[in-house]
C-alpha cells in the first residue's frame, strides 16, 4: 500500500513563498513520481505541477507557471513544491498524488494534504 504524506502548508501573507514536501512509502522496491494538486474551497482538484518519469521535465499549471517548481530530493520517494509570490488565490488544500499525470482521475494514491492560506 503506498502512503503519501505531505507537509509545510502554513499562512502566509501574498508575496511571500512556501515549500511544501511529500513523502512516499510503500512496498520494497517502489519507485515514485508524484504530482502536486490543489483544491480550494467550492471547487474541484485541479493540477498543480508534475514531473516526467525520468525526473528531466517539469510541466505546470498555467496559474502558477513562473512562480511554482517541482523538484525530486535526493532520494526517489521525495517531492518538493517551491512556492513563490504567493497569491489569495493560491490558497487550497494541496495534495499530493503518486504518478506523473495532470489529469485527477488517473491518481490511485492521494496524501491527506496540506492547507496553504495566503492572505491579502
Known amino acids: 500500500q503506498v502512503q503519501l504524506v505531505e507537509s509545510g502548508g502554513g499562512m502566509v501573507q501574498a508575496g511571500s513563498s512556501l515549500r511544501l514536501s511529500c513523502v512516499a512509502s510503500?512496498?520494497?522496491?517502489?519507485?515514485?513520481?508524484m504530482s502536486w494538486f490543489r483544491q480550494a474551497p467550492g471547487k474541484e482538484r485541479e493540477f498543480v505541477a508534475t514531473?516526467?518519469?525520468?525526473?528531466?521535465?517539469?510541466y505546470y499549471a498555467d496559474s502558477v507557471k513562473g512562480r511554482f517548481t517541482i523538484s525530486r530530493g535526493n532520494t526517489e520517494n521525495t517531492v518538493f513544491l517551491q512556492m513563490n509570490s504567493l497569491r489569495p488565490e493560491d490558497t487550497a488544500i494541496y495534495y499530493c498524488?503518486?504518478?506523473?499525470?495532470?489529469?485527477?482521475?488517473?491518481?490511485?494514491?492521494w496524501g491527506q494534504g496540506t492547507q496553504v492560506t495566503v492572505s491579502s
Open positions: 514531473l516526467s518519469w525520468d525526473g528531466g521535465s517539469a
Open positions: 498524488g503518486d504518478g506523473a499525470t495532470m489529469d485527477v482521475a488517473r491518481i490511485a494514491h
Open positions: 510503500g512496498p520494497p522496491g517502489n519507485s515514485y513520481v
